[in-house]
């Protein structure tokens, strides 16, 4: 790949670096080059239109130059997680129809017997490969289909009307409109992602970046925070986006190391992905600059609402209004009524994009109502329209004909000095039917007593752990997300029954 040592302002500048890792610098010129070349090794491996492929790469320059020549040729591709099993591979394979998957050396022990090319075969191919024709901003055009999360089963793919297309070309397709709110819709800003590629959160702003005319910086392997603070200085980033646990870990370093890096660059710091415990927010929002924390509502399969820093302050807690702006949230009963302010129900939007979940008819009877869907969250809308977030319903626990919700419990154990993680689950109780359980990855010692009175001096006792269980690390799914399935598989077996 072509190095640069510097990076230019113009977003149309064959040499201006379009990508960073690291050291690494793909310019513009290098970038389009590349994917003209790559569709040929595609198309040389019998891809073709309606075809699919599938990405097993950690985050590096190659995977965008694959989706942008699977889109060239009218293919889709999926990305794959390069930490699942042979197993989980296999099935995202076989389900998709991919027709080869590209890996590299940290997928490579799961692609046995998997139809698929090693990196360093691609990019053998790649450089004999004669460019083929393509018209100005093919290569920022990306068609992707993602998987929702597995804690309930298999992966489902998400089949939309299209596949994702990031930067068709219509009317002002360079201008994502979730962009317009933040301040970083014109082209020449530096994104930056935290997360792994094939997370729908990391490839979705990553590609909208892209088609937006922005340059994309790539952290690599697992998140370290002084890192990310230092390559916000070293690349001058202008946005990121974040999940909560990058939070956590940013404030896990000593003051000193937080305050030595120069992040005034930043002009939107968005999160997303999974709820943030509100101290966690205000404390990110005195660090970054004025302004910058912007969060994000949705799910895989689309984005239900956002939320300014100046609005969270004022509404602590809330994940914003409907998204797109003016669009209406509606939180319904189980007989599909609408609930009326504050009163807890399941949360619904419309969908940008009609979609279901491929071969799982009843999942999208779970999901839609008429043209709403609902992600399976729990929630109200207050009287300003403001939504707040109170658990996934199948996260539920009654104990006593009271509902319990986790993710309250969880952000309240969230602020325990000595708890880096936290899952809180319901187990059977033969007189209360469920009692609440906290299972605690900790950062410091501390005893359960220690976790239930600290619990108890901030919720209503009912509410409160009455048993924790302390382990070295929460089972976590591909996305990052607590597999409490599993959690409470180990206490529900011999109960006769799921809840």
């Given amino acids: 790949m072509q190095s640069s040592p510097d990076q230019a302002k113009s977003s149309t500048d064959d040499g201006e670096v379009v990508l960073a890792l690291g050291n690494m610098r793909v310019t513009r010129g290098a970038y389009r080059a590349r994917v003209a070349r790559a569709a040929t090794v595609l198309a040389g491996l019998g891809v073709q239109k309606g ?35 042979q197993e989980e591979v296999r099935y995202l394979v076989e389900d998709s129809g991919a027709k080869t998957v590209f890996y590299d050396t940290d997928s490579a022990a799961q692609m046995t017997g998997i139809s698929g090319m090693s990196l360093d075969a691609y990019e053998t191919l790649i450089s004999q490969a004669e460019p083929i024709a393509m018209a100005d901003g093919d290569e920022y055009r990306f068609a992707f289909e993602l998987y929702s999360s597995g ?37 020449g800003e530096v994104h930056m992602l935290c997360g792994p590629l094939y997370h729908s959160q990391p490839i979705g702003y990553a590609t909208y970046a892209l088609a937006a005319g922005h340059s994309v910086v790539m952290m690599e392997g697992s998140f370290d925070a002084e890192t990310c603070l230092r390559t916000i200085e070293r690349e001058r980033v202008t946005w990121i986006t974040c999940v909560p646990t990058h939070f956590v870990r940013i404030l896990a370093l000593p003051e ?24 966690v927010k205000r404390a990110m929002i005195d660090l970054f600059p004025a302004d910058s924390v912007w969060e994000i509502y949705g799910g895989t399969e689309g984005p239900m609402t956002m939320i300014s820093p100046q609005e969270w ?50 999942l999208d009877a779970q999901t839609w109502r008429g043209d709403l869907f609902t992600l399976g969250d729990m929630g109200y809308v207050d009287e300003d329209g ?79 752990p009455t048993s924790v269980e302390f ?6 799914d591909p996305n990052g997300k607590v597999r409490k399935r599993e959690l409470r598989e180990v206490h529900w077996a011999q109960a006769g029954r799921a809840v």
């Fill in 151 to 187: 804690t309930t089963g298999r992966p489902k793919a998400v089949e939309r009307e299209l596949p994702i297309l990031i930067g068709e070309k219509q009317p002002d397709s360079r201008k994502p409109g979730f962009l317009d709110p933040l301040g970083v819709a014109g082209p």
């Fill in 51 to 85: 075809d699919c492929i599938g990405i097993a790469l950690r985050n590096r320059p190659q995977f965008f130059e694959l989706l942008a020549a699977a889109t060239l040729l009218g293919a889709k591709a999926i990305p794959v997680a390069w930490r699942l099993k």
């Fill in 313 to 362: 302050l004022k509404k602590p807690g809330s994940v914003g209004r409907g998204f797109p702006k003016g669009a209406k949230l509606y939180v319904l009963d189980a007989e599909g009524q609408e609930l009326p302010p504050r009163a807890v129900g399941l949360i619904y939007s419309k969908a940008l994009m009609k979609f279901r979940y491929r071969g799982v008819p009843e």
């Fill in 256 to 279: 000193e190391i937080r305050r030595r890096y120069d992040l005034s660059s930043l002009k939107v710091v968005l999160h997303s992905a999974s709820p943030c415990p509100p101290d």
């Fill in 386 to 464: 403001y939504l707040f977030v109170t658990d996934r319903m199948k996260d539920m626990i009654i104990t006593g004909g009271a509902n319990v919700y986790p993710a309250e419990v969880e952000a309240v154990l969230f602020n325990h000095p000595a708890v880096a993680d936290v899952a809180v689950i319901g187990v059977p109780d033969p007189q209360w039917g469920e009692r609440v359980k906290a299972i605690v990855e900790t950062r410091a010692k501390a005893s359960a007593d220690d976790i239930m009175s600290f619990c108890r001096e901030h919720l209503a006792h009912y509410k409160c």
């Fill in 471 to 476: 382990v070295e690390r929460l089972p976590r």
